[in-house]
């Protein structure tokens, strides 16, 4: 795994504050999404690292921001970053980090406006989905600009329209896995994030779930969503090609990721409802450590 700096370098970041700000979001990214930094350490090509990073770290930062329930606060925000993307300056390192990586990799700021946006209204005033239709409308408004702000500094200019709607699918398996494996987490918090409509033909209701109810008719449901979300995984597949070629080995190791998250909230069953369904520790380490050893061998 090459330095910090040398990845820096390798970017042909050599001014010491913008180096500083990169550096800034990096450790913003460890703190709070350990595995994929790890994976961009270990597997992307170094003069990527710092563009992603600063990506994954304003992804977080609008998220952070729209589920705080702070009022004003994501208003306060997106003026913040309309004015940095047009006069380079902000108060926070990682918002000028971003602005910087947005600059110099040509990405469209459109992705970033639709983002803004979405957080205000998909997320920030999340009350569910009443039927498929609403989970796709939230994915197109808040989940797929989310990802391309971040996977859209791959790409010089930004992503072409085959490798965004490559993200998009990505996208949609990846909210499918993580609402199942949050499903207890969310219920908690008063979250609901399967369709009714899907509750409604299984004949289970929002209190079963809520209850962590262990019926026949509530292991139908989950099973029938676990099945969605494997499905959208395979046609999510070809993300892998359409990555940059220094990103493909990052893609093979968060679908294998999603893919065994999946796994365990099918084997968890109802079991799902009563405590959320991680990644594990020995799992993930052990499909990193397999893809660096690819990476070094075809190096």
């Known amino acids: 795994m090459p330095t910090w700096r040398a990845a820096l370098t390798a970017a042909q970041l050599t001014d010491p504050a913008l180096r500083a700000d990169c550096t800034a979001a990096a ?31 304003f992804m977080n930062l609008v998220d952070d921001v729209a589920e705080s329930g702070v009022p004003g606060a994501l208003e306060a925000l997106t003026g913040r970053v309309d004015r940095v993307l047009a006069e380079g300056d902000d108060p926070d390192p990682v918002v ?8 110099e990799r040509g990405l469209p700021t459109e992705w970033i406006t639709r983002f803004l946006a979405g957080a205000g209204t998909a997320e920030a005033g999340f009350a569910g989905f009443a039927t498929e239709a609403d989970f796709q409308a939230y994915v197109d408004a808040y989940a797929w600009p989310g990802v391309v702000v971040f996977t859209g500094l791959q790409y010089p200019g930004g992503p072409d329209p085959e ?11 990846a909210q499918r896995v993580d609402f199942l494996a949050d499903l207890a987490g969310d219920l908690g918090d008063g979250r609901l994030c399967l369709p009714a409509e899907r509750l409604a033909a299984h004949g289970v209701s929002r209190a079963d779930l809520e209850g962590a109810a262990d019926t026949p008719a509530v292991r139908a449901l ?19 090609d359409l990555a940059a070629p220094g990103l493909r080995p990052v893609g093979r190791v968060m679908t294998e990721l999603m893919a065994h998250q999946l796994a365990a909230v099918e084997r968890a069953g109802a079991g799902a409802l009563r405590r ?10 052990r499909i990193l450590g397999r893809a660096w050893r690819e990476r070094r061998r075809a190096a």
């Open 163 to 173: 490798q965004a709607a490559g993200w998009r699918r990505f996208v949609d398996a």
């Open 276 to 285: 959320d369904v991680g990644y594990g520790v020995v799992a993930p380490l």
């Open 222 to 240: 989950l099973a029938a969503e676990c099945a969605r979300a494997r499905e959208a995984l395979t046609a999510a597949a070809d993300v892998v």
């Open 96 to 103: 000028r980090a971003y602005a910087h990586a947005v600059a």
């Open 27 to 57: 450790r913003r990214v460890l703190r709070r999404e350990q595995a994929p930094y790890l994976a961009l350490r270990l597997l992307a090509a170094p003069e990527l690292q710092p563009w992603l990073t600063a990506g994954l770290a």
